[in-house]
């Protein structure tokens, strides 16, 4: 399928700015969204933003509509989550996402990178 690797994580304060990327490699050809989703300890995994590889829409999570951007760049299949304006419930691990598939649907997950936003 897709190999996935995140990165861009780390430690920041609340106001501040951070940018993921995700990488894809593998059978990227058939992609169809990327998303980003998070997750904190005891808490299901919950959507964050997605796009559509090919024409480039994008959905948002309610709680972070105004404050992030996700884009795309088709050359490097590589995934951005521009997050400004953070806030420490924003605080979690960040997982990327790829759809992919054209008989047959296919979901693959990188590891994930740590986002912390303190107070």
């Known amino acids: 399928q897709v190999q996935l690797v995140e990165s861009g994580g780390g430690l920041v304060q609340a106001g501040d700015s951070l940018r993921l990327s995700c990488a894809a490699s593998?059978?990227?050809?058939?992609?169809?969204?990327m998303g980003w989703f998070r997750q904190v300890p005891g808490k299901d995994r919950e959507f964050v933003a997605t796009?559509?590889?090919?024409?480039?829409?994008?959905e948002y999570a309610n709680s972070v509509k105004g404050r992030f951007t996700i884009s795309r760049d088709n050359t490097k299949n590589t995934v951005y989550l521009q997050m400004n304006s953070l806030k420490p419930e924003d605080t979690a691990i960040y997982y990327c996402?790829?759809?992919?598939?054209?008989?047959?649907?296919?979901?693959?997950w990188g590891r994930g990178t740590q986002v912390t936003v303190s107070s």
């Open positions: 996402k790829a759809r992919t598939g054209i008989l047959k649907i296919y979901d693959d």
């Open positions: 593998g059978r990227t050809f058939s992609t169809k969204t």
């Open positions: 796009i559509n590889w090919s024409d480039g829409s994008t």
